[in-house]
T-cell receptor
Framework: KNQVEQSPQSLIILEGKNCTLQ??????????LRWYKQDTGRGPVSLTI?????NTKSNGRYTATLDADTKQSSLHITASQLSDSASYIC????????????FGGGTRLMVKP | DAEITQSPRHKITETGRQVTLACHQT?????MFWYRQDLGHGLRLIHY???????NKGEVSDGYSVSRSNTEDLPLTLESAASSQTSVYFC??????????????FGPGTRLTVL
């Protein structure tokens, strides 16, 4: 069964600090991996999408890495801001069209002043 | 601006009632999806459609149905609501873009409570 596991489940950091969120997956075949940000009471919004040939991709202060050999990904947030408080969801696509997605349970990040 | 909307945003209903959740997108996307999000689980796919008159079952389709009569709308119907269907429901859409890189755009969600 395809699975995506994320750690930690929740995290509290101080504003301005960096943090790294982890994602392990057992999805086969593998097409691409996405990180989404979900604010409370809203739908997920895409941060990055990476194919197996990409090992890093940045979107502003967000940098995602992918190791397709170990089936691990991480999302690094630099110089955190209060607005980064949200759930971050790792999502893996097994199909080439990118329609069949397996979602992780998310990491809930709280940034405190 | 193009967008995807869901209504209602909150709904409380009773066990056994039929409930329909609306999803409307103005991107003219071919693909539309319904997911549910529960504590302790990632989003799980309920039904999806790749175009008008096309519907397919997802991972957790029992007790749900959809119909696609036009490009913009994919309503989700709970035939006889059960307490186990209390959840937050998200609609999403995507287009036939670069293979493997279709981005799904999500609506704001509907919180459904079945008493």
């Amino acid at each position: 069964k395809n699975q995506v596991e994320q750690s930690p489940q929740s995290l509290i950091i101080l504003e301005g600090k960096n943090c790294t969120l982890q994602c392990n997956y057992t999805v086969s075949p593998f097409s691409n991996l996405r990180w989404y940000k979900q604010d409370t009471g809203r739908g997920p919004v895409s941060l990055t999408i990476m194919t197996f040939s990409e090992n890093t991709k940045s979107n502003g202060r967000y940098t995602a890495t992918l190791d397709a050999d170990t089936k691990q990904s991480s999302l690094h947030i630099t110089a955190s801001q209060l607005s980064d408080s949200a759930s971050y969801i790792c999502v893996v696509s097994a199909d080439n069209a990118g329609n069949m997605l397996t979602f992780g349970g998310g990491t809930r990040l709280m940034v405190k002043p | 601006d193009a967008e995807i909307t869901q209504s209602p945003r909150h709904k409380i209903t009773e066990t056994g009632r039929q409930v329909t959740l609306a999803c409307h997108q103005t991107w003219n996307h071919n693909n539309m999806f319904w997911y549910r999000q529960d504590l302790g689980h990632g989003l799980r796919l309920i039904h999806y459609s790749y175009g008008v008159q096309d519907t397919n079952k997802g991972e957790v389709s029992d007790g749900y149905s959809v119909s696609r009569s036009n490009t913009e709308d994919l309503p989700l119907t709970l035939e006889s609501a059960a307490s186990s269907q209390t959840s937050v429901y998200f609609c999403a859409s995507s287009d036939l873009a670069l293979a493997g890189l279709n981005e799904q755009f999500f609506g704001p969600g509907t919180r459904l409570t079945v008493l």
